[in-house]
């Protein structure tokens, strides 16, 4: 059984950079065909989609976040990284990884989810 698990901070300074893990197990993020996301929900809104890392270590970021954000990937370890710089205020909320096979868009596996808050 997939799972996927989030992992930082739950609180990050504005202007600074929010830094979150996601680690696998289950499956391997190299495995075919397979996308790995990060999506975040604000309190009281709809779910925003941030970016993907593919199983090839390709990269893909919403327009919303491309010039602010990063994904990255540590095979060794089965987990992908999420760096959004310059956090604002908008920046609080619940944080997601999520598997989406094949760019579907669509996602059959999901973690928990991690609440983050942006503070001055």
């Known amino acids: 059984q997939l799972q996927l698990q989030e992992s930082g901070p739950g609180l990050v300074n504005i202007s600074q950079t929010l830094s979150l893990t996601c680690t696998v197990s289950g499956g391997s993020i190299t495995f075919t065909n397979y996308f790995w996301n990060w999506i975040r929900q604000p309190p009281g809104k709809g779910l925003e989609w941030i970016g993907y890392?593919?199983?090839?270590?390709?990269?893909y970021y919403s327009p919303v976040f491309q010039s602010r954000t990063s994904i990255s990937r540590d095979t060794s370890k089965n987990q992908f990284t999420l760096q959004l710089s310059s956090v604002t205020p908008e920046a609080t909320a619940v944080y997601y990884c999520?598997?989406?096979?094949?760019?579907?868009?669509?996602?059959?596996?999901w973690g928990q989810g991690t609440q983050v808050t942006a503070y001055s």
């Open positions: 999520a598997r989406d096979p094949a760019r579907s868009w669509k996602y059959d596996y």
């Open positions: 890392i593919s199983w090839t270590g390709e990269t």
